[in-house]
């Protein structure tokens, strides 16, 4: 059986809602779930998936239902064949479409094959194009009862009012640093012995994806650490006039428009955080962002956040990660005193 909360427990507030509101038949047809990227958001709608399709949930007694883990509807979801499943996610243009989101109207109308209800994800909702988006109104204006849609949203990510409006919202939270740190630790005593990362790699994932212990998994198992630091080097060297801009972008072009634009954002948001008196989530950037924080005026680092919203949504068009990152390090070049800025 699937207890979310037991490997995951930052998502018991959220799971033990869901429990509550399908014990009392108050659940409703749509729920946007938001969390911040690599908090376990898709894990958790898979486990309410999987809950809402089950025939013979244990625990209902007690208002905490969970999948029985044995009848035919888990037995097929865990062979991921589920026929009364369906999940939309971005395609190759990093949005979805609006022919995903027909194909949902039409999913959502028919009837259940296999089980008594059906069961749409999508992943994510605030990455409908415009079309897409308009085309789900319909589907939320007019909801059926045997049809859960469970839309996931990235923190600060919008997603049309109008949408959002038909949804109600439950929110996944951050875990503290103790709780990501064991269930990463977990995770990778899982994995053969020649494959698991350092205690230092552990931690400095875990610094940089800011306690998402999921994102934490994917950069201490990948290459992203390897890659950022060279970005950040060349950041720096850059940032003091060493290198032309063009070098300096090469290194961001190899973490991707998306990996690009997740540093950037971390340490705009770490310079605004310097700037109203906290303390930077990149412990490594700290003295170079502090530096820049007790030169300029707070405003700035707010700019640059919205630089790097443009730069996302430029990406819906397959805009070039390597202009978008030149684009970007010349604004923060322009925080730099003049007589140390690159002619």
């Given at each position: ?44 709608a898979d486990a309410v998936a999987e809950l809402l ?291």
């Open positions: 059986m699937t207890d979310i909360s037991r490997n995951m427990p930052w998502h018991k507030k959220a799971w033990s809602a869901v429990q509550r509101r399908l014990s009392e038949g108050r659940l409703p047809h749509a729920l946007i779930i938001t969390g911040e990227r690599g908090v376990g958001k898709r894990v958790w399709l089950c025939d013979s949930p244990t625990g209902q007694e007690a208002g905490e239902p969970v999948a029985c883990g044995r009848c035919k509807q888990c037995e097929l979801y865990a062979a991921s064949s589920h026929p009364d499943v369906r999940v939309y996610a971005p395609e190759k243009s990093r949005m979805v479409k609006v022919d995903q989101i027909r194909a949902l109207s039409t999913f959502a109308v028919a009837s259940p094959q296999v089980a008594r209800r059906k069961v749409a994800i999508i992943d994510r909702a605030d990455q409908l194009n415009l079309n897409a988006a308009n085309a789900l109104l319909k589907t939320l204006e007019e909801p059926l009862p045997d049809v859960t849609l469970l839309l996931l949203q990235e923190s600060g990510r919008p997603v049309l009012p109008t949408i959002r409006s038909r949804c109600q919202s439950l929110a996944i939270p951050t875990p503290d640093a103790e709780s990501a740190s064991a269930w990463l630790v977990d995770k990778v005593q899982a994995l053969e012995e020649a494959d698991r990362p350092s205690a230092e790699t552990l931690t400095k994932a875990l610094m940089l994806s800011g306690n998402a212990p999921r994102l934490a998994l994917d950069y201490a198992t990948g290459d992203f650490l390897n890659l950022r630091d060279e970005a950040f080097a060349r950041f720096k060297q850059f940032m003091k006039a060493k290198i032309p801009v063009a070098e300096a972008a090469k290194a961001f072009k190899a973490l991707g428009l998306e990996g690009s634009l997740w540093l950037f954002e971390g340490w705009a948001a770490d310079l605004a955080r310097l700037s109203s008196g906290g303390n930077a989530h990149d412990h490594e950037a700290e003295e170079m962002l502090g530096y820049l924080a007790r030169i300029n005026p707070a405003w700035r680092a707010h700019e640059l956040l919205d630089m790097v919203r443009e730069s996302r949504a430029a990406g819906v068009y397959n805009a070039n990660p390597e202009l978008e990152a030149s684009r970007l390090l010349i604004a923060w070049q322009k925080l730099m005193p003049m007589k140390r800025r690159a002619g």
